[in-house]
């Protein structure tokens, strides 16, 4: 109940009296992730990710989330491994190939990750390709604008477009360290584009943690 009203610090604290009184439940701990990382606790996340991992392995290969909260916790080789290992659960999600860039630039250097970026051959989602080639070094920011300009997407779809599209050129920004326009960015996701999912809230945390 509290994690429906976003109230995700209580959520927190209520799944951790639940595990004092010997709780013992995997999808709790998964939960409990996603709640910490939403609460701006990335180690935290990690270690709660890594507990339910311990107990369903099966979800090794799939645990996306868990890259990105060792993305926040400055942990960027456990999160390129993990982005890594998605790609043999699903291979065709621009954002799992951004994430791995992002991580690896970080310990092998832009060039380095680019020639080693992860292959995708058609992410339907718009403008996911233009995301992707971005990132490539083949496209420009201003092309992934005009792709969202240029989709028939309206409403709610058309808003997870959009937020998608100035989350990434925010990371984009900040990885080719032009911290000004990646800022503005993620304001603009956060403010403009709140579409209630998981990515939304990368968007908040990662602003929180710029200011």
Do not use: T
Request: charged fraction near 25%; charge should be positive; hydrophobic fraction near 35%.
């Amino acid at each position: 109940a509290a994690a429906e009203k976003m109230d995700f610090a209580a959520a927190v604290q209520h799944a951790e009296v639940a595990r004092r009184q010997g709780l013992e439940e995997p999808e709790l701990d998964y939960r409990l992730g996603r709640w910490l990382f939403r609460s701006g606790k990335a180690k935290e996340s990690v270690d709660a990710f890594d507990k339910y991992l311990r107990e369903v392995p099966r979800r090794s290969n799939s645990l996306w989330e868990r890259g990105i909260s060792c993305y926040y916790a400055g942990q960027f080789k456990a999160g390129s491994a993990q982005f890594e290992s998605y790609q043999k659960y699903h291979n065709n999600d621009v954002e799992n190939a951004v994430w791995r860039y992002l991580c690896q630039s970080r310990f092998d250097g832009k060039e380095k990750a680019r020639q080693a970026i992860l292959p995708i051959r058609n992410d339907r989602r718009v403008p996911m390709m233009e995301i992707y080639r971005l990132f490539k070094g083949e496209l420009s920011p201003q092309d992934v604008l005009d792709a969202l300009k240029q989709s028939n997407a309206n409403g709610q779809q058309a808003k997870i477009n959009a937020l998608h599209a100035h989350l990434y050129l925010g990371l984009y920004y900040e990885s080719e360290g032009q911290d000004e326009m990646a800022a503005k960015q993620i304001a603009q996701a956060v403010s403009q584009f709140k579409a209630g999912g998981y990515m939304w809230f990368v968007a908040v945390v990662h602003h929180k943690k710029s200011q």
